[in-house]
């Protein structure tokens, strides 16, 4: 009874996400103390916290994703920025990244992460 009750705890010890990069098909993203950036094919992405996960390598970090378009950016162009999570779980060295655009409900990936990689991103031309 009493190991039934431990296991039922959630775990609270956030972990740190390894510094640098972490890559993938379809996404890039650099984890910096204070935060991590996201290069996705014609899209990018920013957490302006420190990115951490409990202690069964789960997470969910509050961010923006931004979507980008092919040709010249206009004068006076306001950015497709939407409000983010992103969410999964980090395992040694692999990651399991989910993006849920919270605003307008539509998600991206799954995507697969590994560290020390800079991941394969095409940009919209």
């Known amino acids: 009874m009493l190991t039934h009750a431990a296991c039922a705890q959630t775990p609270t010890n956030p972990s740190p996400i390894a510094l640098g990069a972490w890559g993938g098909d ?29 202690t069964r390598g789960q997470f969910s970090w509050a961010g923006a994703f931004i979507r980008e378009h092919g040709g010249p950016i206009r004068e006076g162009e306001a ?13 040694a060295n692999k990651m399991l990244l989910t993006v849920r655009l919270t605003d307008l409900g539509e998600m991206a990936g799954p995507f697969t992460l590994n560290y020390g990689s800079a991941g394969r991103v095409v940009k919209c031309l």
């Open 79 to 91: 950015p497709d920025s939407h409000a983010a999570t992103y969410a999964g779980t980090v395992t």
């Open 26 to 54: 379809h996404v890039g993203m650099t984890v910096e103390n204070a935060g991590a950036h996201f290069e996705f094919d014609c899209a990018h992405g920013e957490v302006a916290t420190a990115p951490v996960a409990d």
